[in-house]
Structure formats: C-alpha cells, structure tokens
C-alpha cells in the first residue's frame, strides 16, 4: 500500500507493482493522463512532475522528477504535484499563464513537463520569503529547463514565459497554502521512518543501517535502488521485470553528511542536489562539472552511491573521485571495511563489492594548500547529456615543480582509472611542453578507449591527449596572470562557459 497525496488529496493504491513507476501510476491506475510520456528514459521531460517531501532541514520543497524512471513507491509519505494540480478554478498557475500568453506551446506534449519545470523554478525562486519571485539568472533558467526538449516551437518563447512568470500575480493553488497538507504529510513522514523496515511486497524500505545491512543478508539477490535513474532503465528499455528491490533511500545513515578534520564523510543516498553546495567552495570545478550532470530531474533524485556502484567507465564522479583519493565505506552483515575508491572498480561493470554489502559512504579529502584540481567533460550535448570523454587532473606546484600529480579518466577504459604512466611524465617536473610531450605519448600506450556512440577509440584517445595540452596552456596561462584576481579555478570556469 502506497499511502501519499496527488495535488493536494490523499490517495491510498494498494497491489503496485515492485517495478511500478509514478507515470504508470498516475497515467494507468489513477487516470491522471496530463503527464505524458515521451522517451520513459529521463531524456524528454515530458513526465515531469513535482514531488514535494521534506528535505535533511525538515523544510518541505517541491523538487521536479521524471515520473518514468521515479519508482512509485518513492512516494510514499510524499506530495505528488502534477499539470493537473496547479490551476485554482479557472485561475491558471503564473508558470501556465505566462506559457500561453508567450506562446511557449504548440503540439502540447511536451508542455505538462515544462510547466512543471518552470513551476519548480516558481516555488524555488518564492522560498526564504521573496514575493514577489527573485529575479531568474540566466543560468538558473538553463538549469532548471535543460531536462526539457520541445522540438517544434523552440525554446525561445518558452524562455520568455520562464522569465515573465515571476510579473503574474500568485494563483497558489489550494494545497500550497493549505498548512495542514504540510503538517499531515510532515506527521506521515516522521511516523514513516519511526518504523524499522517498511515492506511492500517485494519492495522493501529499509529506515536504518541495521535494518538494510539484515534485509541485504537475507536477500543478497534483491537489487538495491537509490535514485533509480540507471536502475529503472532496465525496466522502461530493457524491458526487465524488477521484483525484488531494497530502497536505500530513507536509510538515515545513508543521508548524512559528516565532516571532520581531514574532509567529508557523505552518505552513499545524497543525491547529486544536495552535494553541489558542499562542493562549492572546496572544489568549484567538481560542483561546476555537476551542473553539467545529466538535467535537475535527475540531479534531484540521482545519488552519489548510484554513480559509483553503477560503475559504468563513463560515469562522471568517479574520474573526479580518483583524482581525489577518495575512499569508500562499503557495509554488510559482516559490518563496516574502508577501500580506496581506486580498488572498487575491477573490470567493465564489475566491483569490489560483495552481495551482501552495499556503499555506505565516500570520503572526500579536504583540498590541501596549493591544491588545484581541473575538471572537463565533452559530450555532444552541454545539457542532459553523457560523457564521451571526461578529464580530472590534481597536482600541486612546489617551486616550479608538480608535485602529487593524479590524472583521472573516464571513457578511456573499462572503467573510470588513472593514468599512471602519463602521470610518472609529469610527477617532479615543470609543467612544460616536453613534460607535457612526455605525458601524452605515455598517456596513448596506457589507456585503450572504446568505440561506441559517444566516438570512436581514436576519438576519444586525440581527445584525452588534447585535454593533458589543454591543461598545460591553463597552467602557463595562470603563471602568466599570477598577479591578477584570474585563478586556476576561474579559467576552469570559464572553459565551461564557452
Ligand atoms: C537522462 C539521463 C542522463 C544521465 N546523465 C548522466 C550524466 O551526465 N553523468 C553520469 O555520470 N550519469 C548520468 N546518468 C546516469 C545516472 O543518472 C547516474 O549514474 C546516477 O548517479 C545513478 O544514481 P541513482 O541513485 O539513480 O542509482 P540507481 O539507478 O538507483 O542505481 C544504480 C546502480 O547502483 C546500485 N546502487 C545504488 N545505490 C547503491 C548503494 N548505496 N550501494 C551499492 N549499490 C548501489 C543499484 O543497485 C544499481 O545497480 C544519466 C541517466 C539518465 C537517465
Ligand atoms: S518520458 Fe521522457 S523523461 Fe520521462
Ligand atoms: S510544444 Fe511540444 S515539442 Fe514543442
């Protein structure tokens, strides 16, 4: 039994299937067909819907979501919001107004995701007291739509509704001022992960570290699903049955951030959302390759032990990760070992875990002085797109010498790894052209890329080559401006922006 609120009334769905997603939900058994369908794999956006719960605060916020890969029974204790719920009466939401009145629709399909999107970005920019909503940024707008595609009008009547939403005056619908629907599903929620383990079928949630370290050693065959935005495509394109599932989700261990002295300890469930502002200031190039990480559906439910444990070479933390040192907690019946990130991937798709454990939590140092740490992603795309080829390069300079040197990859092999050899070139030299030289031809014998849609193995080799050149020309560049307020961390941005 699912129990959890749609636009504003308590539903209560009984026999949903373990492999269920919201959209078959709301569009099958519940005949709420605003939601559309167009790719059921977290590409299009067209099922965007806004799933309200509370966040590690307590704070309750409206987060947009791809119904098609979002299991339905993640939404128990939740409010889901849809196209449906957000005219009161005759009165259309601004993000619904300011759509028609700019133009920003033409076939219609694509329009429900959209305008879920746009009134995500609504609530978010009206939070913390502003009315009416803060000014959009120009990048914040790209956020928040870069998980939607219209393919007939074009985006730019869509943006101009984006940016003239905030003038319309507010037609909150009925449940977003309705403070007991907060205090109702707030009671649900607390009573919710009061209980140890909360078991649907062949769906279980697991509320604590023990009760999932149990359910894993009773059932070492059951998948675990976090964010299910690798998982579910099994079910939506590969057609799989997924019967028997662990929910690491509300595992409380498993969202916590912990700091200490040498760095962070986070939980294997945070979700990609929530790590960003950690990253921030530690290491802007990591948060800013985050932004570039598949679309905010995605970022809002997508974890960082998903992104790991997927353990597809290219992945986009893993090669930021190596070039790190970070390491993992992983956890079973057996209890709690340490591994550096390093040995946990062993061959293409296969790890260092066990059946019976799953990741707990990764560490990530605290930079050291004069660390510096670049990061560069190429895909086709620059939003909601996979990597070709991604470069994370760490060192330090220590009297015109780099010292500490880590070259990570992903793309370049089975799995994401460092480049030793190329690193050897590098380690105790001036990050010169010869140095360099040395670096790329060594880095060309030790990585064998594949070819697959993304490019071709030689593609992907010039590529890793041109990143390392790329790296030695920002290096020169940085010396050359030393004296200027034009940081490492400042030319790794701007690279991105253009
Ligand atoms: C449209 C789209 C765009 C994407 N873009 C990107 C991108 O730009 N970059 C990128 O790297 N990826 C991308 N992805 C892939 C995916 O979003 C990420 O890999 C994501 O981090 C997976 O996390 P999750 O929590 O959703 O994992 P899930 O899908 O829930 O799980 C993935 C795998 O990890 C296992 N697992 C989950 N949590 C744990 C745990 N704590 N311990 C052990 N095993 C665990 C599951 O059993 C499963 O095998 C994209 C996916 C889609 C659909
Ligand atoms: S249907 Fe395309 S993202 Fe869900
Ligand atoms: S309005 Fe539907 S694809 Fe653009």
Request: glycine share 8%.
């Amino acid at each position: 039994m699912i129990d959890f609120h749609l636009n504003g009334r308590r539903q209560r769905c009984a026999d949903v299937r373990a492999d269920e997603s919201v959209l078959e939900l709301l569009r099958t058994t519940l005949g709420q067909t605003g939601t559309k369908e167009g790719c059921a794999s977290g590409d299009c956006g067209a099922c965007t819907v806004a799933i309200g719960e509370p966040d590690a605060s307590g704070e309750f916020v409206y987060r947009s979501a791809n119904a098609c890969i979002t299991p339905a029974h993640q939404l128990q204790g939740c409010h889901l919001v849809t196209v449906e719920g957000l005219a009161e009466g005759e009165r259309l939401h601004p993000a619904q107004a300011a759509m028609v009145d700019c133009h920003g629709s033409q076939c219609g399909f694509c329009t429900p995701g959209i305008v879920m999107s746009l009134f995500t970005l609504y609530e978010e920019q009206r939070r913390n007291g502003n009315e009416p909503p803060a000014p959009l940024t120009q990048a914040r707008l790209e956020a928040a739509l870069g998980g939607n595609l219209c393919r007939c009008t074009g985006y730019r009547p869509i943006r101009e509704a984006a940016l003239a939403m905030g003038d319309y005056p507010p037609a909150d619908p009925a449940w977003l001022t309705d403070a007991t629907l907060t205090q109702r599903l707030d009671d649900r929620a607390v009573a919710a992960v009061a209980a140890d383990t909360a078991e649907t079928g062949h769906y279980a949630v697991p509320r604590s570290l023990e009760a999932l370290r149990k359910l894993k050693a009773e059932r070492p065959q059951a998948r675990l699903v976090a964010g299910a935005t690798d998982l579910w495509l099994e079910t939506t394109q590969q057609l799989k049955a997924l019967e028997d599932l662990i929910d690491v989700r509300r595992v409380a261990e498993l969202n916590a951030i912990e700091e200490t002295t040498e760095g962070w300890w986070i939980g294997g469930a945070v979700t990609l959302a929530r790590l960003m502002p950690l990253l921030a200031t530690p290491y802007p190039a990591f948060e800013h390759l985050l932004h570039r990480f598949a679309s905010s559906q995605i970022r809002h439910r997508a974890t960082l032990g998903g992104n790991i444990a997927n353990a597809s070479p290219i992945g986009d933390t893993p090669p930021v990760l190596l070039a790190l040192d970070a390491r993992l907690r992983l956890d079973g019946a057996r209890g709690a070992r340490e591994l550096p990130l390093a040995d946990f991937f062993l061959d293409y798709r296969k790890t260092a875990l066990e059946a019976d454990e799953f990741i707990a939590a990764v560490f990530l140092p605290r930079p050291k002085a004069d660390h510096c740490l670049k990061v560069w992603k190429l895909s086709k795309r620059r939003e909601d797109d996979i990597s070709a080829v991604l470069g994370a390069f760490a060192w330090r300079l220590e009297e015109g010498v780099m010292r500490d040197v880590h070259l990570a990859f992903g793309g370049m092999a089975a799995i994401p790894r460092r480049a030793p050899a190329a690193e050897a070139g590098l380690e105790g030299r001036a990050p010169d052209a010869a140095a360099f030289a040395a670096a790329r031809a060594a880095l060309a014998e030790e990585l064998a890329p594949m070819s697959d849609v993304r490019g071709s193995a030689e593609y992907r080799r010039l590529a890793a080559g041109n990143l390392l050149e790329r790296l030695r020309l920002m290096i020169a560049a940085d010396h050359a401006t030393a004296d200027d307020t034009h940081s490492a961390t400042q030319v790794t941005l701007d690279a991105y922006a253009h």
